[in-house]
């Protein structure tokens, strides 16, 4: 029996568990690297393409019961995206307080 068998794809639900891009998956002759529409050197498109990719990898030391907190949140998996996430609110958070004391602050300040 010669059953036809289904492409296998690899669907990542969960950003974080992806494989990091290094740029080596474009190290192929037939590629192209452009910039603005205009081509460019391989090098010149790689550093590009590193810089562009929004997020950098660091180590760092979280308290175990904080890291906990977020996995069992996240229900195991995407635990990082999750911490990522709440990291963004505070930044974004404490932006916009800054802007709402600088208005105050002129309002207090201004003459009557």
């Known amino acids: ?4 068998r289904k492409p296998t794809v690899t669907v990542w639900k969960d950003e974080d568990e992806a494989p990091e891009l290094t740029g080596v998956e474009f ?5 192209r690297w452009k910039h603005g529409g205009e081509p460019i050197e391989e ?3 790689k550093a590009a393409f590193r810089e ?3 997020k950098k990898q ?7 019961d904080v890291l906990e907190f977020y996995r069992r949140k996240a ?3 995407g635990y ?3 911490i990522n996430r709440t ?4 930044m974004e958070r404490n932006a916009l307080l800054d802007a709402v004391r600088q208005v105050v602050r002129e309002e207090l300040h201004r003459p009557s």
């Open 1 to 4: 029996m010669n059953a036809k």
């Open 27 to 31: 190290d192929h002759p037939q590629g």
């Open 43 to 45: 090098v010149q498109g």
């Open 52 to 54: 562009a990719l929004k």
């Open 58 to 64: 660091v180590n760092m030391l979280i308290d175990a």
């Open 75 to 77: 229900g195991g998996r």
């Open 80 to 82: 990082q995206t999750l």
């Open 87 to 90: 990291l963004r609110e505070s």
